[in-house]
């Protein structure tokens, strides 16, 4: 009986597919409905906990990881937010990719009292009323998280940071 080269060719197949990057971020509010930003120490924009998605690892499972990692909290993480694509130019480069937001349970005042930094990436961490995002986000980052604050219960698809529809 011979065998067919199929695996052969379907692992030639993946190796051809697209690479696209995938990140998260986690939408943590406050008893006052004021959002969680945090301070990389590498750059000078706030941001949300969050980062890159690894390889064998869920966007939800990512989430998890980064708050615990970044904040030293474990958090529920309720529902997805929104989805972002993104295509821009690195050095020339085109990059392309998901930025993948969720929602987190309510921070509790114990839970913020526990808050601990992972110092090497976050200098500071920060609640915001969602008014006053765009005085500390990066412009697309802002722009992605109004549509989610207006719609919490939805999941909200978009195109560098504008909603599909609204």
């Not at 924009?45 to 690894?54: A, K």
């Not at 909290?73 to 085109?94: E, K, M, S």
Request: proline share 8%; aromatic share 8%.
């Amino acid at each position: 009986m011979k065998e067919a080269p199929a695996p052969r060719r379907q692992l030639a197949y993946l190796q051809d597919l697209p690479k696209k990057q995938m990140a998260v971020g986690v939408l943590l509010p406050n008893a006052l409905r004021q959002l969680l930003l945090v301070k990389p120490v590498y750059q000078e924009h706030w941001g949300l906990p969050g980062g890159v998605v690894e390889a064998n690892e869920s966007p939800v499972e990512a989430a998890y990881r980064e708050v615990q990692e970044e904040l030293g909290l474990r958090v529920r993480i309720l529902r997805c937010a929104g989805v972002d694509y993104f295509r821009r130019q690195v050095n020339g480069q085109p990059v392309e990719g998901l930025q993948i937001l969720f929602w987190g349970a309510l921070l509790t005042e114990p839970q913020i009292q526990q808050i601990r930094l992972q110092t090497e990436e976050l200098e500071a961490y920060r609640f915001v009323e969602p008014g006053a995002l765009s005085q500390f986000l990066p412009g697309t980052v802002a722009r992605r998280l109004m549509p989610l604050l207006r719609y919490p219960h939805r999941c909200i698809y978009m195109e560098h940071g504008q909603p599909l529809s609204d």
